[in-house]
Structures are given as C-alpha cells and as structure tokens.
C-alpha cells in the first residue's frame, strides 16, 4: 500500500517536474508585479498535476512561505478564488475574516489574489500579491496590473502547453510530411514561405489556407483569457425562478433560514425559514446582509416565504447562533446575496453542504440568465460571418441557412440535448464560410475543376473552423472541421473514421446532402426526392453514418418538409 501511495504521488506531481524549467520565465514575470502593482511580495501557486486540487508555489520573491508551500482545496484563499472565479482585494483584516486570518498569520496586511484558468474553467492555479510598497492599499489599477501578470504567466505556460491553458491545433495534418513525425502538427509551425516551395498534393494545404489558420490561431493564443465579467441586474422573473431553489437550504442540519436578496435594480429579497420568523430576526437577518455588502438595506416591507417544515411555532432571533452570507453568480449578476440562519454553529460536513448547495444555486443563477443571452450573441455572430461575403455568391447564403435549419430539426428529432442541439444550428449556418477565401464564382462557373481548385475546395473546412473558433467556440468549430469527413474514412481533410467524426458533423454532412440534391440553385443541378433518398441510402455506412441515415429518411417529413 506504501508503495501504491508513493506511486500515485509520483504521478500527481508529473506535470510539476514539467513546469520547472520554465521558471525562470515565471519567475521574471512575477517580478512585474512590483514594478506595476507595487506588491513587494509574490508568489506563483500552480496545481500539482491537471486534476489534482493541490497548488504548489512554483516561484517566488520576498515571500514567506511558510506552512503554506503546498496548500489544497480547503485553504480559505484557494476556496474563495475557486468558488467566485474572480480576484481577490482585501485591505484590512475586517474586510474577510477567513482570508484576513492567512494574511495574519504571515504579517501581512494587504493582499491581492488572482486565479488562473484552464479549459472547463477549472483552476489550475493563482498568483498571491502581498503588502504593496509605501503600506498603500491596492486599488482597482493594481488588480488589472496583477490580472497583466497572469496573463504573461499564462503566455509561458501555453508555450508548452501545460494546464490546458493554451489552445489544442483544430487541424490533422496528413501524415508524412516534412518536418513531423506523426499525422498531427501544430498549423502554426509551418512557415508560409516554405510551404510555397513545397510540391502541392490534393492532401496538402496551400500557403494561403496556411496563412489563415496561422493567424487566427495566434489570435485564439493571444486573446484575453481573463473572466468575462460583464454583469447585469438580475430581472424579476430570473429571481423568481432562483426564489424556487431557496427552501433546498432547509434540508441541511441546523439551518434555520434562508435569505435571497438581490441589492442591484431596487431591492428584492425571499426569506423561507422554520416557522414563522418574528420582527426582530427579520431584522437581525437583514442587518447581517447590510453589514456584508456594507449597503444599507429598506426598512422591511416584504413577507418572507415560510416553509414550517418542522414546525409552525415562531422563530425568533434568541435561537439563532450565527448567520452568514456569500455573493453568488459574481460573474453573471450584480450583487445577488445568499445569507444562511444557523440555530446551532455548522459541523464541518454542515459547512460543506452549505458551500455546495451556493455552488449549485451560483451555477443555476448563470444558466437561467446566460442560456438566452448566449444562443442570441452567437446565433447572430454566426449570421454576420455568414452573410457580408456570402451576399454576393448568389443562393450560397440560402442554401447554408437551408441546411442549418435541416440539421436543427434533425437534431431535434434525434433527442439531442437542447445545447448539442444550438451548437448543431450554428455549426450548420457556418459551415461553409471557409468559401469565402476561395474564388466562388470561378469555381462554380468551370465545367470540369483542375486539381488546384479541387485542392481550394477541400481546404475550406480547414480554413472556416480557423475563423469561427475564436467566436463561435470548438465545439461548433469542430463541426465545421469535419462536415466532410466519411464514416469510412475517405473524407477530407482528416480522413478520419466514423468514430471520430462529431455527431454534429455527420448531422450538418447528411443536412448538406440533401438541400444540395432537393434545394437546388442555379449552379446545381436537382433531383427529386426519390432520388435523393435513394442516394442517402447508397451512402449509407460510407459516407455516410448508417443509422442516422435510416433516422433522416424515416422522419425526413418532419425533418425536411417543413419551413423555417
């Protein structure tokens, strides 16, 4: 069992191994931190491997460290950080209790923290700033200056692609080329002056497509990766659907009460308790939340929500020991408080559920407001990549809109999870964009197509994945990639086999099929609809997958035959 123990440690902290010859980098980096932060303290903490909730300091000046070398998830910093996915300020001991007891502990005053995210927005570490020079208070300038400093630590990190901060290559070259040893390579190591002097094959990419993808693969690299946190007011019917979820914190043991209060936008707020809560715990309730958000609250006016669960007798203030209050959804909504009543302290697995059920409550928040907002921002970024070019190749715009609309209600048809199913509609839409580099009128105007434009079409998946993945996303890029890929493994420009073809590619490439054959534009010649089902069904296990075949033309009516 020792054995086993030392075995997984070693296993854990790999990746560490990884990152220590990049710190003299790290190291020159965190150093910017007194120069545009004035912290005369820092230190860098990266987990121990890509799962582990373990954080390490990997570099560090002036810093003590102390007991607090390797700290974990419980640590009050790593805790506050992972769970408001936002920095941390704070100036005096009183204005965070947990945190101001790690500050104390070090004889630090003042501390800036900034956490650091890998893909699935998980934390993969932070950086702690300490008692800037002069024992001035860090102000909101130092806390974009520290966020600068992040972002060249996520700079060097990515060069090696550790932590999963930097971007996975969307392409597969084809194998055997110059220069690789494998089928993969990174698009952006191929310089575009040699790839002119290369022999083109109908496999390979052109300098141009090389070019395209390069630059917007250093543009996903570069872009900001710092927290969006553009937040709005929560609205009434959004706190309404939040509201549902507050009795739940009833169920965990020794909690008393619950408050929802929302402080942005005129004051909204839902209490549910056991029992009846009196006048003055109303108040005591209120005057905690007043005090942690440090903004006065109304005289009471609302009826609170009483679930007498365990009973009807009044609650009163004199059986409440403690109350606590946490922000929630801080990236999504301006100032949305959840406060927690207790009659007895919490034991810790009290804690934990009360940590857990803000977690979820957190998460439930953004999904309700976000869910909308983001199918509209995208639906329309995808539609302004689609039309400006699109515009003057007539009936190309009609038919990518044709075929979006196919997939979505065959995905629809499939069952597919309401987000799988956006993320089909708009791969659909986007599809083709990669044409738009391409000369369209030339190609569709030649009555047989030389090997070069044959070459031009086949990189257009390559090229359009290129440019929608910064806006619209991998998953919809993916989509893009491989929509003309064959369950066979024949297809371009991977050739890849089925199993590793997306779902949403093999929908969008059987959608395309059939407006191609059935939805005709003047460059196109139609068939009828027999014909066409005929064709799918040819294609079926080769080129295309055989059940979702055999799922299209058995609801092809419902599929095809009505009208967006």
């Known amino acids: ?175 055997g080329r110059k220069g690789t040893s494998s089928g993969a390579a990174e698009v952006t190591r191929v310089p575009a002056a040699k790839e002119k002097k290369e022999k083109t094959s109908p496999t390979l990419l052109s300098s141009e497509a090389i070019e395209v993808i390069r630059i917007a693969h250093d543009r996903m690299t570069q872009r900001d990766l710092a927290i969006d946190r553009r937040r709005r007011i929560l609205t009434e019917e959004e706190f ?51 005090k942690w958000t440090g903004q006065p609250l109304s005289e009471i006016s609302i009826v609170p929500t009483v679930m007498p669960s365990r009973t009807c007798a009044p609650l009163t203030h004199e059986q409440l020991r403690t109350i606590a209050s946490s922000q929630l959804a801080p990236r999504a909504v301006e100032r949305l408080v959840l406060t927690i009543a207790f009659e007895r302290v919490p034991d810790e697995p009290a804690r934990l559920q009360i940590e857990r059920f803000a977690e979820f409550l957190g998460d439930s928040v953004e999904a309700i407001i976000g869910r909308m907002e983001l199918q509209a921002e995208r639906l329309a970024m995808a539609e302004c990549l689609l039309e400006p070019d699109f515009n003057r190749y007539e009936g190309l715009a009609d038919h990518s809109k044709l075929v979006s609309a196919t997939s979505h209600r065959f995905a629809a048809v499939l069952g597919l999870r309401p987000h799988d199913i956006e993320t089909v509609r708009i791969a659909a839409l986007v599809h083709d964009v990669g044409l738009r580099l391409l000369d369209y009128k030339a190609l569709t105007a030649a009555k047989e197509l030389s090997e070069d434009q044959k070459r031009a079409i086949a990189e257009h998946p390559l090229v359009g994945a290129a440019l929608v993945e910064p806006i619209l996303g991998p998953d919809v890029a993916l989509a893009v990639l491989r929509h003309h890929e064959r369950v066979d493994g024949k297809g371009y420009p991977g050739r890849i086999p089925g199993d590793r073809i997306p779902i949403a590619a093999k929908i969008i490439a059987i959608a395309d099929a059939w407006v191609a054959m059935t939805s005709p534009w003047q460059y196109v010649r139609g068939v009828s609809e027999g014909d066409a089902v005929a064709q799918l069904r040819e294609g079926a296990g080769t080129q295309f997958d055989e059940s979702l075949v055999g799922t299209f033309i058995a609801g092809r009516q419902e599929i095809a035959g009505a009208e967006e």
């Open 240 to 290: 309404e659907r939040v509201r549902i979820l507050l009795p739940a914190a009833l169920a965990i043991p020794g909690v008393a009460a619950a408050a929802l209060t929302s402080l942005s936008g005129g004051e909204k707020q839902a209490i549910v308790a056991h029992g009846e809560p009196t006048l003055q715990t109303l108040k005591l309730i209120r005057q905690q939340i007043a």
């Open 1 to 175: 069992m020792l054995q086993d123990d030392v075995s997984v440690r070693e296993q854990e902290f790999a990746v560490l191994d990884e990152v220590r010859p990049l710190e003299p980098e790290l190291k020159s980096a965190l150093y910017a931190a007194y120069e545009l932060a004035g912290a005369t303290k820092a230190a860098l903490y990266l987990a121990a491997s890509h799962t582990s909730e373990r954080y390490e300091i990997i570099t560090s000046y002036a810093f003590n460290a102390g007991a607090r070398k390797v700290i974990d998830a419980k640590d009050p910093l790593v805790h506050r950080l992972s769970t408001t996915h936002a920095p941390i300020v704070v100036n005096s001991m009183g204005e965070d209790e947990l945190v101001a007891e790690v500050l104390f502990r070090h004889n630090n005053d003042r501390l800036i923290a900034v956490p650091i995210f890998g893909r699935g927005r998980r934390m993969v570490g932070f950086i702690d700033l300490r008692d800037k020079a002069g024992k001035k208070n860090f102000e909101p300038s130092d806390v974009a200056a520290a966020e600068r400093v992040m972002h060249e630590i996520v700079r060097v990190l990515a060069s090696k692609n550790l932590y999963g901060v930097g971007r996975v290559p969307l392409v597969d070259m084809p194998a």
